[in-house]
Nanobody, 115 residues
Framework: QVQLVESGGGLVQPGGSLRLSCAASQSIFSFNVMGWYRQAPGKQRELVARLTTGGATNYVGSAKGRFTISRDNAKNTVYLQMNSLKPEDTGVYYC?????????WGQGTQVTVSS
């Protein structure tokens, strides 16, 4: 059973930074794609950024230029560095891992951007 454990969320002021971590229970190379999604209150879950096994990255919307997705292969961990945070970045951030047959999700970590 694959487990994805997120950490690093919290309360931050506008303009601040946070780094989210997603630790996988197996090699991240076993997944085709790993990504971060956000679910804001009352809204659907949406893609923020993703990273393929080959190293290609994709950012959606306002994440471009502010967020960076990266990985540490030795630690089986994917990160999301979030800079210049805005109140609209508030939500629960979920780690996602896509294998050839199964889509895995973590339990989520809350990010609140507020003064």
């Amino acid at each position: 059973q694959v487990q994805l454990v997120e950490s690093g969320g919290g309360l931050v002021q506008p303009g601040g930074s946070l780094r989210l971590s997603c630790a996988a229970s197996q090699s991240i190379f076993s997944f085709n794609v790993m990504g971060w999604y956000r679910q804001a209150p009352g809204k659907q879950r949406e893609l923020v950024a993703r990273l393929t096994t080959g190293g290609a990255t994709n950012y959606v919307g306002s994440a471009k230029g502010r967020f960076t997705i990266s990985r540490d292969n030795a630690k089986n961990t994917v990160y999301l560095q979030m800079n210049s945070l805005k109140p609209e970045d508030t939500g629960v951030y979920y780690c996602n891992a896509v294998s050839p047959t199964v889509n895995y999700w973590g339990q989520g970590t809350q990010v609140t951007v507020s003064s």
